[in-house]
């Protein structure tokens, strides 16, 4: 292991990084809504777009994850990562096509992908089992921060007014998507501050080899504790994607304008952001596992009431208040459970496979969410996400 006195320092890097690189991305993800319907987009554009986010991380997701492993110092892939991240606002601004939107998207997903693999790679990788969840605590933190900011910022942009004509719209969108490219270009020394490379040690008789056969998929997908918690991660991560997404139609509908839709998200980031600074706390008391099926239900409720009050600010911030704490909750949870149930030589893959289950929810769920929406309104993605952690809730092995 390294020194407290290293670990803190690249980890504090690391951090910061994620910090501006999710503002960033929360930022731009919602003002993409924005600009699909300034350009005549409806909500299954909007659901396909949102699946295009997720669509080359499904592909090279287990390829980077092996490559994580094999990595001694995983600087040059968080870089990449925020280098994309970067790219992708600017790329969504210049865009003048719905096509070119989804690939603009794409970028963005692939950077993201890149920067979390790689972060959580190299958290499971150089500290102990005991730092471990405070680790993933601040590191997922971090992004509910840039979840909090993000949107904040992107409804400050875009204003209070409704009915504002497609042109000023989509002129709005723009100049907050370039403001977007240049937060996170500010991540980009940080991300340079994160190399750490691991102490050389002596081989032993247990040591892996090498040249041994890394993890299969089946292999590790028959370990009850991946399995598991790889579902858990899909549920609560497509939930806060489609909240993304969709929040900004139901407000239309609704008549709650952008800058009210960017603080009723913000108010559910704080909220995970409290949940996961207080890890350490709930788990003086209460089991991951525990915690991880309390995570779904406790999510699963409020949204599944936030349709029929959307039109109330007050009552829909309380309703994801609530959400967001549970929602927070669970993801540093599944990180800790993943890493601790595989060889050491296979956490990367393993972590790199939940994020595949991430991906593969994005992509289907979104588009499943968009066509939803046709029959029955923006509210219908919502209450197919609360379906969606419910259903996780209760297939969690129980003990």
């Known amino acids: ?35 699909v319907l300034a350009l005549g987009g409806d909500a299954a554009t909007v659901g396909l777009i949102a699946a295009a986010y997720a669509l080359l991380p499904v592909v090279i997701a287990l390829w980077l994850g092996r490559m994580s492993d094999k990595s001694p110092s995983l600087r040059g892939i968080i870089v990449a990562g925020t280098a994309l991240l970067a790219a992708g606002p600017f790329l969504l601004s210049g865009a003048p096509s719905l096509l070119l939107i989804a690939v603009a998207s794409a970028v963005l997903g692939l950077g993201h992908l890149c920067f979390t693999i790689a972060g959580q790679s190299a958290i499971a990788r150089f500290l102990p089992y005991n ?3 405070a680790a993933f605590g601040w590191f997922t933190a971090a992004f509910a921060l840039g979840q909090l ?4 910022l992107a409804g400050l942009l875009m204003g209070a007014a409704q009915g504002v004509p497609a042109a000023v ?3 709005d969108a723009n100049t907050a998507l370039m ?7 500010l991540g980009v020394p940080a991300a340079f501050a994160t190399s750490v490379k691991q102490p050389k040690k002596k081989p032993t008789a247990k040591a892996t080899s090498p040249d041994a056969a890394p993890a299969s998929v089946a292999s ?100 994801l208040a609530i959400a967001g704490f549970f929602l927070g909750l669970g993801q540093p949870l599944t990180m ?10 296979a956490r990367g893959a393993a972590l790199a496979l939940r994020l595949l289950g991430n991906r593969l929810g994005q992509v289907t769920l979104p588009l499943a969410a968009g066509l939803l929406v046709a029959p029955a309104g923006p509210g219908g993605s919502v209450w197919m996400s609360s379906a969606i952690l419910m259903a996780a809730c209760i297939r969690r092995p129980r003990k």
């Open 1 to 35: 292991m390294i020194s407290r006195q290293e670990s803190r320092r690249w980890l504090w890097m690391l951090i910061a990084s994620a910090v501006l690189c999710q503002i960033a991305l929360n930022l731009a993800r919602p003002l993409i809504s924005y600009k």
């Open 169 to 171: 719209r989509l002129a």
């Open 336 to 345: 800790t459970l993943i890493s601790q149930a595989v060889p050491p030589a």
């Open 149 to 152: 900011v993000g949107p904040l």
């Open 131 to 133: 730092q471990m969840d």
């Open 179 to 185: 403001f977007a490219g240049a937060i996170c270009i």
């Open 220 to 319: 590790l997908l028959a370990t009850p504790t991946v399995k598991a918690n790889m579902a858990a991660s899909l549920a609560l991560l497509a939930t806060t994607d489609i909240l993304v997404a969709f929040l900004p139609l139901l407000g239309e509908e609704s008549g709650v304008p952008p800058l009210m839709v960017g603080v009723l998200l913000a108010v559910r980031a704080g909220a995970s952001i409290s949940s996961r600074l207080l890890l350490p706390v709930l788990l003086s008391r209460w089991s991951r596992p525990a915690l991880v099926t309390s995570s779904l239900a406790g999510a699963a409720i409020p949204l599944a009431l936030l349709p029929s009050v959307f039109e109330t600010p007050i009552l829909a911030g309380v309703l």
